[in-house]
Each structure stands twice: as C-alpha cells, then as structure tokens.
C-alpha cells in the first residue's frame, strides 16, 4: 500500500511542477463535483464541470488530461453539455472526443480534447459532465484470502481534480458498496457518512493540485472478467437470428489461499464464500428463445429463465462457486425473431442489434462480435457508437457455393456501457432467397432421379448364364414353399374353427349349426386340396427343392392324417349329440381320438417351424 502511494504521489509532484509551468489557460472551472463510484469492479467517474472563459478569444476545445494507470484503462468515456438542475436537467448528444499530444507535456498524462459545439466566447460560460468508466482500477489488498475471509481492496486518486485549469470550487464524492470501511485518506474537509467519503468543498485550488486518497475497503462482489468473448450474430432471412456467446471467464479478485472446502461453502455460503461467484444473470432481448447453456463437458441444467414483454433473463450457474483467481469457460445461446431486428433502409437491409455482453458488471478484455450474413450479400458496411476494429471473414455452412461474409469487429477492455446498439448495412437480392431451396429440390430430384435407374437397371452379366438361371429357379422354389406354407396354415385355421363349432355344440345344442360348418369347412378343404396339388407336382419337379421335398412330403401326411382324425371327432360329437347321449360319456368317447389328434398337430407345426427354416 505504502509502495503505490509512494509511486502516485511521485507521479503527481511530477506533473506538478511540469505542467504548471507549462500551461496557460483562459478557461476557468468555476464549479466542479466529482463522483466516485466504487459499488463494484467497475470503477464510475462522474464529473460535473462548469467552465468560464475570462480570455479575449474564443475557445474551442476543453482539454482532459488523465494520469497513465487511468488512461491505459480507460474504457468508456462520454462528455455532454447539460442545462438545468435535478430533475429538469437536459444533456446533449455526445461531444466528440480525439486523443492529443500537446508540446512539452510529459508521457505520463493521456489528453483528450473535447470539441465543442460551438465556440465559447469571452464571458460565456457552459457545464460538461463528464463520464468515464474504468476497469482494474482495484487492487485486492490483500492479494491472497482464504475461504472465510472478505474480500478487501484498495482504490487510489486525488482529492483534487486532475486539471489544467485553475478550479474556484470542487467536490468529491466516494461511494462504496457498503457502509464499512477498512481505512482512508483523511483531509481538510472529509466526511464519512453511510457509505460515502466526501473530501471538500474545496476552493481556489491551483491547476495540478493534487494530493492523494487512498481508500481501503471491502468489496465482495465477485470480480467476473471474460478475458475472451466471442459473439457470434448469424442472420437468416427465413425468420431467425440465431447469437451465440463464447465466454473465458476468470474471477479477478483476491486469489484463493488454501484448499477449498464444499462443507463450509455450503453451511455459510456468504460468510465462507463471500466474494465467490455463484451466478451470473444475462439480460436477453424479450422474445428470445431456444435457449441453451454448456460448457466444455457438455449440457449444464442448473439454469432458469424468466421473461416478460419487455426482457428476458438468463440466470446460469457455473458448475462450482469461483473464488478468485479461477477459471471456466462455457457457451450461451439463443434465437431471435428476425423482425425485431432486421430492417429496410434506403434500398438496403439494416440489421440493428447490440454489440457487447448481456451481463451486468462484467469486463470483457477481448471481444469479438462476428455477424454472419446470408451467402450473396454485398455492398456491406458498419456504423459502430465507439471505434473498433473492423476485419472480414468467410464462412461456409450447409447449402453454401461461396461462403456466407462475416463482419468482426474486435474491441479490448468492453464494460456494460457499450452494450449499446449498432448497425450493419448490406444489400441482398429476395431472388436469393430460392437458392437453397431450388438446390434442395435439385438434389431430391437427382436423388430419386439415380434411385429409379437403380432399380431397372440389370446389373448381371448374362441372363443366359447358369448362375442366373440357378437364383431364378430358387426364387421359385422360395414362393412355391412360401404358398405351400400358407395353405397349410389355411388348412388348420379350419381345423380350428371345426373344433370351435363343436364348442359352440356343446353350449347350445345346436346340431345343425354344427353340421353346416362342417359342410363349409369340407368345401374349403376341396379347393385347398387342388391348391396344393399343382404345389407339390413343381417343387417334385425342381431340382432346386429336392433337400426339402422330404420334409415337404412328411408335412402332406401328417396333415392328411390330422384330417381324418379331426373330421373322426366331429362326426362322432355330432352323432353322439343326435342320440343325446350325455357329456361324460361324449368325452370318453372322443378321448383317445382327441389324445391322437393333439399329437399330430404338433408334430404338423415342428415341420411347418422346419420348412420356413430351409
């Protein structure tokens, strides 16, 4: 803590006696209040600057100058003349901002010179907010805690505004994240009321004036730093925007020390996992849908998504709490309704869509946002709010000829405050529309085209050829057997159905019933009879069929004998019913056909079981 006090305030005295020297403006800062917000990772500045010019001429530009562990970190900064107080304060559009190098300055201090609208005459006067945000402007203090420990960080400035003007009255205003505050800089004029430093009012305070706070506090909120997001926007024009994030995310904050234990984590999650991350929650356009969430093992079900007609939120959980100094990498994705997003303008089509990550108080390092457009489109072009690095790539995907254009655009050190819209230009012909669809239908029609030459093709040498002549003659020996199969099957479904007459007999004592369906199932059996003949005269003549013949002829005299025996037992039922004999006496009767039948017809079954084996 000493060391950075020590190497800031060298710095200061520097610039100090340097610059004081060196500067001579007409503008004064009248009024200035500054604040600091320190609620989280991401370090607010918010000045308001009301400017005088007591020069003779005209001034155009207003310089800010920022010391150089700010500005290599700067990442969002936005100036804008406002009107009015409280809550009929008015700002303007954003003031263009250009980074200068003024003579005899030294490299220590980044300028940025802000070009005002008009020119601020002799006497005139105007007030600038200005608003920067800042990233790794925290030091963990310590580096390293152990589990149950809280998460302390130390934040250095000055008390003084960083100006090149003289200053007549200014503020400062520190706002931490909870009312508890390890230690801290005190001065002329500091109060420390809630969970807020004030230092000032200060007045007449000399350009470069700068005497240095430091601030040590707690601050538990995990530090979530993607040092590498890839977005990927990919358009189709048949409805849908599909967006696809890949995050490498690391957890910032004070390293973990020691083993970490689940047991504590889990009976006092914030106590022994304070500054762990627990859960990151992604703020989706309204109608997004088919949403997913994974990570390199695969599908991570610990997720919930809440919507409504305005947003819809994606809670994702990380397989195990980070605590600092871990890592993990996973993917989110989601489909967009194309008309919320893609429109027409000045005979181009605009796609209109944000640019940076959907997670609150989250730095990205890295970011790349890829838009994918549908293969034939030309005439591109990129409006972006804030500089980027613009390159382009191919991709080819399924159906593609040429390759779909891609459009990156590369950013470092992304905070919340570029997830702002941003547009994309590109002209696209409706009549490319059909392309994929016509290659479908092409490819179908070649397909089926390829399937019916395949099936009337003759891809034999010769007709004429024994071993053709040989598969005919089996193929006909397979459908003789396969009929012959069927009218013996045919054959004991009315053998059945003569046994179910007698059941029927024996519950109604209709004798004439029973005599008609044995006089049907006797005609049924003629026909099937002259089926069979002209069977077995062919597979006799085969000689494709003589290793089946024996068992063909076996089966022909089992059923034949099966036959007799089941037309024996209906006669004798019948005949026994006639003479109203009782039912004791018909089963002793028909009990040793009956016993003599049961036998055959399973004897007829292993040989049908046989034959449909060959």
Known sequence: ????????????????????????????????DRQIDLSSQIVRFTTSLKLENNGPEAVSKVLLPYPENQAKNLAFLLVTITEGKGKTKTASD????????????????????????????????????????????????????????AQLVAFQDSAHYLSPYAVKVQSLTVKLPEPKVESYTKLENTKFSGSEIKYGPYENIDPFSL??????????????????????????????????????????????????????????????????????VARLPARAHSIYYRDE????????????????????????????????????????????FLFKSEGKRLLDITFG????????????????????????????????????????????????????????????????????????????????????????????????????ADFTVSKSSSSYIAKLQWDEVQTATQQFQNIMNRVLVIHDKLDASLRDLSRTGDVQACKAARKTADSFLKELTKELKSLLSFL????????????????????????EKVMLKHSMVVDSYEKKSGGRDIDNRVAAVQQKITLLRQEVDDLLEVIDEI
Not at 227 to 241: D, F, K, P, Y
Not at 252 to 279: I, M, N, Q
Not at 402 to 407: D, K, N, Q, T, Y
Request: proline content about 7%; glycine content about 4%.
């Open 1 to 32: 803590m000493n060391r950075l006090h020590r190497d800031l305030s060298l710095l200061f005295i520097f610039s100090f006696f340097t610059l004081f020297s060196n500067v001579c403006s007409d503008l004064v800062i009248s009024k200035l």
């Open 94 to 149: 954003r003031l263009p901002v250009d980074v200068i190098h003024p003579e005899g300055m030294p490299p220590s201090l980044t300028w940025y010179a802000v070009s005002l609208p008009k020119e601020l005459s002799k006497g005139g006067s105007l007030t600038l907010e200005v608003k920067a945000v800042f990233t790794h402007l925290l030091t963990p203090f310590p580096e390293k805690i152990s589990q149950a420990d």
């Open 540 to 563: 006799q003549s085969s000689p494709q069929a003589l290793h089946i013949m024996p068992k063909v002829d076996e089966l022909v005299v089992k059923e034949k004998e099966l036959q």
């Open 211 to 280: 005497p240095t706070i430091i601030v040590h506090f707690a601050n538990n909120k995990p530090f979530s730093v993607a040092q590498e997001l890839v977005r990927e926007i990919e358009v189709s024009h048949w409805g849908n925007v599909q967006v696809t994030e890949n995050y490498n995310l690391i957890h910032a904050g004070a390293e973990l020390k020691g083993e970490f234990s689940r047991l504590d984590y889990e009976e006092r999650p914030h106590v022994r996992g304070a500054s762990a991350l627990r859960s990151l």
């Open 297 to 340: 093992i695969g599908n991570i079900s610990t997720s919930n998504v809440y919507s409504d007609s305005v947003k819809t939120l994606l809670e994702i959980k990380p397989r195990y709490p980070m605590f600092g100094g871990w890592r993990t990498a996973f993917t989110i994705g989601y489909g967009l309704p194309l008309q919320d």
């Open 357 to 456: 990550c959907p997670m609150n108080d989250m730095v990205i390092e890295n970011i790349y946002v890829k838009v994918v457009l549908p293969e034939g489109s030309k005439d591109i072009s990129v409006v972006a709010p804030f500089p980027s690095k613009e390159t382009r790539e191919t991709k080819l995907s399924h159906l593609d000829i040429a390759g779909r254009p891609v459009i990156v655009l590369e950013k470092k050190n992304v905070v919340p405050e570029h997830n702002k819209k941003f547009q994309v230009y590109y002209r696209f012909s409706s009549l490319s529309l059909l392309r994929e669809p016509l290659m479908l239908v092409f490819g179908f029609f070649l397909f089926f085209v390829a399937c019916i030459a395949y099936v009337h």
